[in-house]
């Protein structure tokens, strides 16, 4: 179990540039919608006050103003994804079954309900990038498959084009596994708030709400863990069943529940870790000019990479234990 966490640190520092390759992706799909809005901001600060105030402190005022004249994806921008805020937004869109493409989220009963999730522009980018993501997986596999390291971008994107196929029906596989999830968490979920709602005292109450996001987090990342896996198992035995790998991944997991969760653990410590350190850098720095503008997005886009980087230690760690 250790030795596998040990060998996938390893294998991801053998081959870091593929935490530049991922990374530059990332920023790449980002740019798709980062760029435009960059360019909408310029545009309504052009040639006014608040352009100067902006570069010594954040107007909530004018943002509040300029978000109700918003619509479409843009309207999204606001301070909540800022910080270490995002990564609450996240678990919590996650949660709500918004991601990907809102396919686990129930009908709403109101256009207003219907508004409150996240953009179909940003949902699309989104389903756009698990894609890509899918691709990659292939010859990320094929990489950590190999105790030696070592890659070529020619090798890399051959392996993805020969895994894609295989790894988009485990990938549809997977979604077909999180609806189960999610259709089963709803009426557990309001016989946990009937629950909170006739208990006597309020920790009792708060008890029970945030027990039933802690068991629903847990049960997808289990489907996670199995989705993992029998990817995989796709790379490592050739396999070209995504049924018969998700059976494989499935059995080998509950034979070694203990070993299999160890990586998430570690690696999900490693990154709250990465978190912390990211709030602290980002209120050491006064962004305040050009110079720490830099500097802040210096520390935001090492933060990035280290998400990455934890990753591919992930998918490394899987790696090494399936083959041991």
């Not at 005022?61 to 800022?82: E, N, R, V």
């Not at 079954?97 to 219907?114: C, H, I, Q, T």
């Not at 409150?116 to 094929?142: C, E, K, S």
């Not at 950590?144 to 549809?172: E, I, K, M």
Request: charged content about 15%; some cysteine.
């Amino acid at each position: 179990m250790i030795s596998a966490i040990r060998r996938g640190f390893d294998a991801v520092s053998r081959n870091r540039g593929l935490v530049a390759l991922v990374w530059a992706v990332n920023l790449a799909t980002a740019a798709i919608l980062a760029v435009p809005l960059a360019g909408l901001l310029e545009r309504d600060l052009r040639n006014t006050e608040l352009a100067a105030n902006m570069m010594y402190s954040f107007d909530y005022g004018w943002w509040s103003a300029w978000h109700d004249g918003q619509k479409g994806w843009t309207a999204t921008f606001a301070p909540d994804i800022l910080g270490t805020g995002f990564a609450f937004k996240n678990v919590d869109l996650l949660l709500r079954g918004e991601l990907p493409a809102r396919l686990f989220v129930p009908r709403a009963d109101d256009e207003e309900e219907a508004a409150a999730g996240l953009d179909p522009v940003i949902l699309g980018l989104g389903v756009a990038y698990l894609v890509v993501q899918t691709f990659l997986a292939g010859g990320l596999l094929g990489v950590f498959r190999s105790p030696q390291g070592g890659w070529t971008v020619r090798g890399l994107l051959h392996g993805s084009g020969f895994y894609f196929g295989r790894l988009l029906r485990v990938a549809a596989l997977g979604l077909v596994a999180f609806a189960i999830v999610f259709a089963v968490a709803r009426p557990f979920n309001r016989w946990v708030d009937d629950r909170a709602a006739a208990a006597v005292s309020e920790s009792t109450a708060l008890a029970w709400s945030l027990s039933r996001y802690a068991i629903l987090f847990a049960a997808l990342a289990f489907v996670h863990m199995l989705s993992s896996y029998a990817k995989v198992i796709v790379a490592v035995e050739e396999r070209s069943s995504a049924v018969l790998a998700w059976v494989s991944a499935a059995g080998f997991c509950l034979a070694n529940l203990r070993r299999t969760v160890a990586p998430y653990l570690v690696v999900g410590l490693a990154a709250v870790v990465l978190l912390l350190l990211w709030k602290a850098a980002d209120a050491s720095v006064d962004t305040v000019g050009y110079r720490t503008q830099l500097l802040t997005l210096a520390f935001g886009q090492a933060f990035v990479l280290g998400r990455i980087g934890l990753r591919l230690w992930l998918l490394a760690s899987q790696v090494a234990l399936y083959r041991s």
